[in-house]
C-alpha cells in the first residue's frame, strides 16, 4: 500500500494546541478527535501525569515528557497550561492564501472574517454558526483577535476542530487579499444603506465581524463597498457580535446567497 501522500501544510496550520489538563483529558477522551502528541512538563506530579499518560497510551498517542518553558512555548501562554499541552489535528485549517489559491473559478464561496474580537466565547460561537451555516471558511487573524485556546473550543463546542479556520497576520491584510480574489466588502452596520432582509450579495461573500468594543478598524472599512443594517425594534441600537453574525449567516443561508464582506459591529 502506498504511503499517505505528506501534509504540505505547516504544523501551526496542521494543528490546534489544547492545554491544561482537564482540556487535554478531554480531548483523549474524545475518540472523534485526532490528537497528535501529548507534551507533559517534568514539574508536573506523579499522579497527574500518570493519568494523563494512561489515556494517552489507551489512544496511542505518543507523550513527550518534556522542560516547562517548552509547554510554554507550545502553549503560547505562561499562567494558564498547568505544564500539559496537546496538538489536536485540525483536518480543515489553513493558512487563507492557500485556500484563496485553491478556490475554482467561478466559485460560490462564503466566509467570515473576525477582526479585534478579543472575548473567547464570542470567537467560538461565531465559530460554532458559521459552520451550522454552512459557510466555506472562518477567517482569524493571529492578530488582534481572541487565541484559539480552550475557552475558544469549548464555546464552539468542540466545532472549532473540524471547521474550516482560516490564518492570516491581520484583518486588513485577509480583507486586501478578499478583494484581490473578486470578494465583495459589505459593512453590517446600524447606520446601513440597505435592510439586510433586502440585501443582495455577490458570488464571493465573507462576513467581517468587529470588535466588541472598537468595532471594525477604521483601514479595514477602507475597504469596503457598501453597508447593511439588521432591522431591530425601536431604543435597540446593537446587539452582541455573535448574535448578529448568526443572524446574517443564517439569513443568508435561507436564501441561498453565497457571496460578498459584511462587516458587524458589536456591542
Do not use: Y
Amino acid at each position: 500500500m502506498d504511503d499517505e501522500p505528506e501534509d504540505p501544510r505547516s504544523p501551526r496550520e496542521r494543528f490546534l494546541t489544547v492545554f491544561g489538563r482537564i482540556p487535554v483529558m478531554e480531548v483523549l477522551t474524545d475518540s472523534a478527535l485526532a490528537v497528535a502528541q501529548v507534551f507533559i512538563a517534568t514539574n508536573v506530579a506523579k499522579p497527574a501525569a500518570r493519568e494523563i499518560e494512561v489515556l494517552a497510551a489507551s489512544r496511542g498517542v505518543p507523550v513527550q515528557r518534556v522542560a516547562p518553558d517548552k509547554v510554554t512555548r507550545i502553549s503560547g501562554t505562561g499562567k494558564q497550561h498547568q505544564g500539559v499541552a496537546a496538538d489536536v489535528h485540525a483536518p480543515n485549517r489553513s493558512s487563507l492564501e492557500d485556500w484563496l489559491e485553491r478556490l475554482a473559478p467561478g466559485t460560490s464561496v462564503t466566509c467570515a472574517l473576525l477582526d479585534g474580537i478579543t472575548t473567547p466565547a464570542n470567537v467560538g460561537m461565531i465559530i460554532r454558526s458559521a459552520v451550522a451555516a454552512g459557510l466555506d471558511g472562518v477567517v482569524v487573524p493571529s492578530r488582534g483577535v481572541a487565541d484559539l485556546g480552550p475557552l475558544v473550543m469549548k464555546a464552539s463546542a468542540g466545532v472549532a476542530f473540524r471547521a474550516p479556520l482560516l490564518r492570516v497576520r491581520t484583518a486588513v491584510e485577509a480583507g486586501q487579499l478578499l478583494r484581490a480574489a473578486g470578494f465583495d466588502l459589505v459593512v453590517l452596520d446600524a447606520d446601513g444603506s440597505t435592510d439586510l432582509w433586502q440585501a443582495a450579495f455577490g458570488e464571493r461573500t465573507a462576513f467581517i465581524l468587529g470588535g466588541e468594543h472598537a468595532g471594525v478598524s477604521e483601514e479595514l472599512r477602507q475597504l469596503v463597498t457598501h453597508s447593511v443594517r439588521i432591522p431591530m425594534a425601536d431604543g435597540m441600537e446593537s446587539l452582541n457580535v455573535a448574535v448578529a453574525a448568526s443572524i446574517v449567516f443564517f439569513d443568508v443561508r435561507r436564501r441561498g446567497a453565497d457571496q460578498g464582506i459584511v462587516t458587524v459591529t458589536a456591542d
